[in-house]
């Protein structure tokens, strides 16, 4: 069940996971302002549209369009708006850890400002995402093309960047063992996944499906990550956290939002752990270089290496390079020399003997990144 901070109760930082797994009421400027530094590995951000929406809409059959008027989605003018971004995308930054990334959803209204003010505040853009929806609310006034899409930002903090999150073999074998597009086809939120009040009700205007919530967070997350969303209003993001075994934090100022998120967020069931094994290949497991072989014991200066059919050999040099007649270099430089080719994978191609039979060294290597993995 997910707790419910109050903002001054957040002020004192004796218990640095106190917050974990909790929506904190509140303003979400004020609240990210007291949260720890690089605390956060993602951000799923669904900020106010500023829609400027004037009057009343109606159908043709002259009912009224329960539309976006909030008073938390209105500002006086862009400038007031373009503050509000900026403000907010400042106290992100500074939550986000260094290898950390975020996304902001937003239509044509606001996203193009959002994304103006994530690079003039130095973030990276990597990626745009179109959410199709399948079934979009028509152009009723029949003035303008129906409006079936929204767009979503995905940045790191900033362009140097590195070691962020992509689990790109999970995603492309989930997709048919086909790259995962930038335009993403969902229905909007619907049926029994829409929450409403005891009036039948929206509970939410906005809120948005699971399904693509859950997309982004398999997609720029690992089991165990802190995802937080600054706008949680239903609640979307933390139910499926907690649901795919992440942990959360959501930032929400009404009550009645805070209410519906609490008890949503409480009747979900996380998956287990074989469930969430995340699907990785070898770009994304940590890099490691094979004088660490040497280093570590696993294999020694002097130690002769072959290819799998004997027809060439190399010795082990304590530098960490290896020789064969008059060449040296890395494993994968002399493996290319001696079969006269222009490139080579050494851990494939070079092998030790284990004294029953000839295995590739990558193997050897395959041993230090389990032990890295066990001090993750």
Known sequence: MASVLPLADLKVQARPASWLNSIIKGDCVAALEALPDQSVDAIF???PYNLQLGGTLHRPDHSVVD????????????????????????????????????????????IFRVGTMLQDLNFWILNDIVWRKTNPMPNFKGRRFQNAHETMIWASRDPKAKGYTFNYDALKASNDDVQMRSDWLFPICSGHERLKG?????????????????RVIMASTKPGDVVLDPFFGSGTTGAVAKRLGRNFVGIEREQDYIDAATARIAAVEPLGKAELTVMTGKKAEPRVAFNTLIESGLVKPGQVLTDAKRRYSAIIRADGTVASGGDAGSIHRLGAKVQGLDACNGWTFWHFDDGQSLRPIDDLRAVIRSGLAKLD
């Open 45 to 47: 951000a669904d900020p």
């Open 67 to 110: 539309a976006v008027d909030d008073e938390w989605d209105q500002f006086a003018s862009f400038e007031v708006y373009d503050a509000f971004t900026r403000a907010w995308l400042l106290a992100c930054r500074r939550v986000l850890k260094p290898n950390g990334t975020i996304w902001v959803i937003g239509s044509y209204h606001n």
């Open 198 to 214: 005891e009036d039948g009700k929206k509970v939410h205007p906005t809120q948005k499906p699971e399904a693509l919530l859950a």
